[in-house]
């Protein structure tokens, strides 16, 4: 800077010659014409020219931009990179310039593409925005994808948010409900993605509503606003809770034993945002603005919305009902009955006449069966010789040892099913504990398993067969008796 001040004032107020004040300062005369007319400044990049180069020629430019302006239909994660274009470009029209004079030119028209959006602002309890997004756990030692429903209040950008193993219509509504429970409250408008789930067909303001979408909605009173076509700047809060949950709750990846667990920990994450967060440009923290929101809401209803997903099938002959493209048991005294079967996001619960008759974890595979043992000891009493063959038993994933100690009973079939009762009256842990202290006795019944698990703190008494112990006699005693003053008269 201080050679180009010296530059400057010899040639500007002194009037030298660029070869006088190469001379006098010692620089090259490059340097003089270059810094002499106050044309280029030291510090400042030279601004590139408008047409990148002269390989961009008016068809490459056109080009370019017929591939911008098909992004604008296309989805926003299939979209030309800069680099594509390039590829494109040398492929398609013989391009022989260099890849990054096609991304300057890329970058330029872009910016002139670039959507200027509007900021708004939301009163206390006006609206909340809801979108899906998807992230990956491990879930019982095992990587899984879990759908994240995500909620987000426009005034007080309060978050909720739950993980389903779907993204069904039972998950979604479960998930409406809880997040209004949450809030204590339901906001006037929710602003959606054009999901299939409430959207019967069209977008934005065309959209036509499915029927269960328009009752659920008629019963939290709210209207609905789903936005236009690949716009997701529309609901651009609840995008970036999506992100927020990623690179926050769930980074590093979370271990945990069920959703329940999982579940959890989002809402932990949710309840430490609220109190903590402050958000840059707003006047109040965010738990304070939720407190001024939550008084906006309107009341939840009295009753809640029934999310679970409703059938009523009839029990086959082998005690099992189809819901969903699977077979769930049932006891056996049910059979050929019509019941009611509800399922959740999470649960299948089977109801005979408003009587809970049995419950199952929620099964996304297909054609696959699921049993619980209980249902079908009834049966295997009535036929005990099946038992070692049964389905519902084989699939139950019993430890090795109640089959090994079935087999050493005297009746091992009757044995076996009087063995799944104890399992499924007193849990499978303490059947395990005195099948275990009854194999070290070798004692092989299954009334010595009752008494263990009945009296578990105390030792069964031996008998030991070597008869009582006797302490040799002293003989010298007698001689005391026999002299004088020794006891004998």
């Known amino acids: 800077m201080d050679q180009y001040k010296d530059i400057r004032y010899l040639y500007a107020v002194e009037g030298l010659s660029q070869r006088e004040i190469a001379k006098r300062l010692g620089v090259s005369r490059n340097t003089v014409r270059r810094y002499c007319y106050g044309e280029n400044i030291p510090g400042e990049r030279k601004k590139p020219s408008g047409d990148c180069s002269r390989v ?17 239909n296309a989805d926003p994660k299939q979209r030309h990179t800069a680099h594509k274009i390039y590829k494109r470009l040398t492929k398609e029209m013989g391009f022989q310039g260099a890849e990054s004079t096609v991304r300057r030119l890329v970058s330029q028209l872009r910016a002139k593409r670039k959507e200027v959006f509007v900021p708004l602002a939301f009163a206390p309890g006006e609206a909340a925005q809801v979108d899906w997004g998807t992230a990956k756990v491990i879930m019982g030692g095992k990587k899984i994808k879990v759908n994240l429903l995500c909620f987000r209040l426009c005034c007080s950008c309060a978050p909720f948010v739950m993980a ?53 909605r008629a019963h939290y ?14 609901k651009g809060l609840v995008e970036g809770l999506v992100g927020l949950v990623r690179r926050n709750a769930l980074v590093p990846m979370p271990k945990v034993n069920d959703w329940d667990e999982l579940n959890q920990l989002l809402l932990e994450y949710c309840l430490d945002y609220i109190a903590e967060q402050h958000i840059r440009g707003r006047e109040m923290p965010v738990n304070e603005s939720l407190a001024i929101e939550k008084t906006a809401l309107t009341p939840l209803p009295l009753t809640p919305y029934e999310t679970a997903k409703i059938s009523e099938p009839k029990v086959n002959y082998f005690s099992t009902v189809s819901f969903d493209s699977n077979q769930y048991s049932v006891p056996v005294r049910w059979a050929s009955h019509t019941v009611t079967v509800k399922g959740s996001a999470f649960e299948v619960e089977i109801y005979h006449r408003g009587e809970k008759i049995a419950q199952h974890k929620r099964c996304y595979s297909r054609n696959k069966t699921i049993y619980q043992v209980e249902h079908y000891i009834p049966l295997l009493e009535k036929k005990p010789g099946a038992v070692f063959n049964a389905r519902p038993v084989r699939q139950a994933n019993l430890p090795d040892e109640i089959w090994s100690f079935a087999k050493h009973l005297k009746k091992p079939d009757k044995g076996m099913v ?72």
């Open 56 to 72: 961009i020629t008016p068809e490459v430019r056109q080009f370019v931009n017929d591939c911008l302006e098909e992004d604008k």
């Open 164 to 216: 389903y193993p779907s993204q069904r219509e039972e998950a979604f509504y479960e998930g409406h409900r809880m997040a209004f429970e949450f809030f204590g409250g339901v906001p006037k408008t929710l602003i959606y993605d054009n999901l299939k789930t409430a959207v019967k067909d069209g977008w934005g303001r065309t959209a036509r509503e499915q029927d269960k979408f328009l009752a659920f």
């Open 221 to 234: 009173a709210y209207k609905s606003r789903f936005c236009n076509v690949r716009k997701a700047h529309e």
């Open 418 to 489: 009087r063995l799944l009762h104890l399992i499924a009256d007193r849990g499978i842990d303490q059947v395990i504990q005195a099948i275990r202290k009854a194999r070290q006795n070798n004692q092989y019944s299954i009334e010595i398993i009752g008494y263990y698990m009945d009296n578990n703190k105390k030792e069964l008494i031996t008998i030991d067969n070597r008869g009582p112990q006797v302490e040799a006699v002293d003989i010298s005693r007698y001689d005391q008796f026999l002299s004088p003053g020794g006891g004998l008269n």
